[in-house]
């Protein structure tokens, strides 16, 4: 099992920067795929960006790519995603999530989740 605790979040002037942490517990975290979340006021959850174990490679959406930084500290088991040049569409709810390897069809699925943290970006 794992447990995930997200922090960070807040409201933040458009263009401005802000760094969320995701704190990770249990046997399963430390090599888990991790992703980032966001879900817009009424719209859907959607990954933003994801991470494998130990570090490399990572992926992220079009929407972020060149604005947003997903990284990991192994040895104090917590994810972040760093977010520059915050624009008004970036508002949400983050969530990061853990996935889990399943065998039988060769895919990674996010099976576990944090609370979320919310993020405002003023225009």
């Known amino acids: 099992q794992v447990q995930l605790v997200e922090s960070g979040g807040g409201l933040v002037p458009d263009g401005g920067s802000l760094r969320l942490s995701c704190a990770g517990s249990?046997?399963?975290?430390?090599?888990?795929?991790i992703g980032w979340f966001r879900q817009a006021p009424g719209k859907e959850r959607n990954l933003v960006a994801k991470i494998f174990w130990p570090g490399s490679p990572t992926d992220y959406s079009d929407s972020v790519k060149g604005r947003f930084t997903i990284s990991r500290d192994n040895a104090n088991n917590v994810i972040y995603l760093q977010m520059n040049n915050l624009k008004p569409e970036d508002t949400g709810v983050y969530y990061c999530?853990?996935?889990?390897?399943?065998?039988?069809?060769?895919?990674?699925?996010?099976?576990?989740w944090g609370q979320g943290t919310s993020v405002t970006v003023s225009p």
């Open positions: 249990g046997p399963s975290f430390a090599s888990s795929t």
């Open positions: 999530a853990a996935a889990t390897y399943y065998s039988s069809n060769q895919a990674w699925e996010f099976t576990y």
